[in-house]
Nanobody, 125 residues
Framework: QVQLVESGGASVQAGETLRLSCAAS????????LGWFRQAQEKEREGVAR????????YYADSVKGRFTISQDNAKNTVYLQMNSLKPEDTAMYYC???????????????????WGQGTQVTVS
């Protein structure tokens, strides 16, 4: 069964940190590209970070570079998003997604990802 389950969302103050987790079923985790997306109210879903499952190469949106880190734990089939120095504009529903076989490199949109979790809410005030 294909499954992605996010956790770790919370309401925090600006400047604080959060770590989101995405537990994946193995069939999904073995996909080439795993990513985090977010969608704020009345805005389109946007990419935040991606990681290539095989190489571990990572890719970030300009808005989160230097603040967010995506990582993976192959033993746990889990992808993480460490979010530091959070800002109010980071407030959104955060989704984990998987795609493959597909390179993580290049300009990837939500439409490229076929598997999605239910989302976890991050609110920064």
């Amino acid at each position: 069964q294909v499954q992605l389950v996010e956790s770790g969302g919370a309401s925090v103050q600006a400047g604080e940190t959060l770590r989101l987790s995405c537990a994946a079923s193995k069939s999904v985790y073995d996909r080439n590209c795993l990513g985090w997306f977010r969608q704020a109210q009345e805005k389109e879903r946007e990419g935040v970070a991606r990681i290539a499952a095989g190489s571990g190469n990572t890719y970030y949106a300009d808005s989160v570079k230097g603040r967010f880190t995506i990582s993976q734990d192959n033993a746990k089939n889990t992808v993480y998003l460490q979010m530091n120095s959070l800002k109010p504009e980071d407030t959104a529903m955060y989704y984990c997604a998987a795609a493959g076989p597909m390179s993580c490199a290049g300009n990837r949109s939500p439409a490229d990802f076929g598997y999605w979790g239910q989302g976890t809410q991050v609110t920064v005030s």
